[in-house]
């Protein structure tokens, strides 16, 4: 049974540090494509960072240079450290996992989802 639990968020100042972890069970973590995805209040889930079976990345253009998305192996799980963290960044953040895709995708289109984990970011 596929199960994803997310951890690490949390309130935050502009300009800080977080790192979300997702706790992958019922599969390998470095066998799936696995993605890291954001919802704030009356806006649609959106893409931010995704690593595919292939261990290649993609990042949402909104974070490039500022998160960075990562396999623990042995740990199974799926992290994204968050740096320079900005207001805009506040929302929900969801991990999810696919079986289907060899490469990276940002697509909302995932099998699997955790529950969600917030981030708050203040000015």
């Known amino acids: 049974q596929v199960q994803l639990v997310e951890s690490g968020g949390g309130s935050v100042q502009a300009g800080g540090s977080l790192r979300l972890s997702c706790a992958a069970s019922?599969?390998?973590?470095?066998?799936?494509?696995m993605g890291w995805f954001r919802q704030a209040p009356g806006k649609e889930r959106e893409g931010v960072a995704a690593?595919?079976?292939?261990?290649?990345?993609t990042y949402a253009d909104s974070v490039k240079g500022r998160f960075t998305i990562s396999i623990d192996n042995a740990k199974n799980t799926l992290d994204l450290q968050m740096n320079s963290l900005k207001p805009e960044d506040t929302a929900m953040y969801y991990c999810?996992?696919?079986?289907?895709?060899?490469?990276?995708?940002?697509?909302?289109?995932?099998?699997?989802w955790g529950q969600g984990t917030q981030v708050t970011v203040s000015s």
């Open positions: 999810a996992a696919d079986p289907r895709w060899w490469g990276p995708v940002l697509r909302p289109e995932y099998v699997y």
């Open positions: 019922g599969f390998s973590s470095s066998r799936y494509c």
């Open positions: 690593i595919g079976s292939n261990g290649r990345t």
